[in-house]
């Protein structure tokens, strides 16, 4: 079957740097994409990791194994406004989302 | 480009109803998504086209959903008759195929079905 299992929450302060942690099965896979989404507003696309590896842009990294199917989003410099919800995100034929991981950042 | 632009941006209708969302896809993109998200479910994709051509609609959740895209710069969604289960956000995305590039999402259309 189909699955992506993220955290559903995570907290931490000002900053800080934080991990999200994504483990997936699926039957076909071209890649990992992580999505940030604002209370009420529109996904908006992160990251794409296509090969194995760590891509990086500016504060925030993204890393992949398929040999393992996991991933991580990778914040660092955490600041009030990263406060959102996280997605990671297969790409097989269309893309299909995890249920997210809802990152709390306090002063 | 004014990106990805749905329509309206918010809908209350009655059981029982027609409703019909839009959705106008970034110019050059030839893949376009609908997405519904609740709390319960998450961001489900409902269906995806490339080309205009609709490659998979195992997301529709069923016969009262369907989707249209007549045109490289069109596409809707319609559900008839609606029930109070179908309220969502409904959000469209468009890419290109083979790009590594995300998707651009819309700014969603917020269903309420009374």
């Known amino acids: 079957g189909q699955s992506l299992e993220q955290p559903s929450e995570v907290t931490a302060v000002e900053g800080a740097i934080v991990q999200i942690n994504c483990t997936y099965q699926?039957?076909?896979?071209?890649?990992l994409s992580w999505y940030q989404q604002h209370d009420g507003g529109a996904p908006t696309f992160l990251s794409y990791?296509?090969?194995?590896g760590l891509e990086e842009t500016g504060r925030f990294s993204s890393f992949l194994s398929r040999s393992d199917s996991y991933g991580y989003l990778l914040l660092q410099e955490l600041q009030m406004k990263d406060s959102a919800s996280y997605f990671c995100a297969v790409r097989d034929q269309g893309t299909r989302f995890g249920a997210g991981t809802r990152l709390t950042v306090k002063p | 480009d004014a990106g990805v632009i749905q329509s309206p941006r918010h809908e209350v209708t009655e059981m029982g109803q027609e409703v019909t969302l839009r959705c106008k896809p970034i110019?050059?993109?030839?893949?376009l998504f609908w997405y519904r998200q609740t709390m319960m479910r998450g961001l489900e994709l409902l269906i995806y086209f490339n080309n205009n051509v609709p490659i998979d609609d195992s997301g529709m959740p069923e016969d009262r959903f369907s989707a249209k895209m007549p045109n490289a710069s069109f596409s809707t969604l319609k559900i008839q008759p609606s029930e109070p289960r179908d309220s969502a956000v409904y959000f469209c995305?468009?890419?290109?195929?083979?790009?590594?590039?995300?998707?651009?999402f819309g700014s969603g259309t917020r269903l309420t079905v009374v």
């Open positions: 110019s050059g993109h030839n893949s």
């Open positions: 995305a468009s890419s290109f195929t083979q790009g590594t590039g995300g998707y651009t």
């Open positions: 699926t039957s076909g896979f071209y890649g």
């Open positions: 990791n296509g090969l194995d």
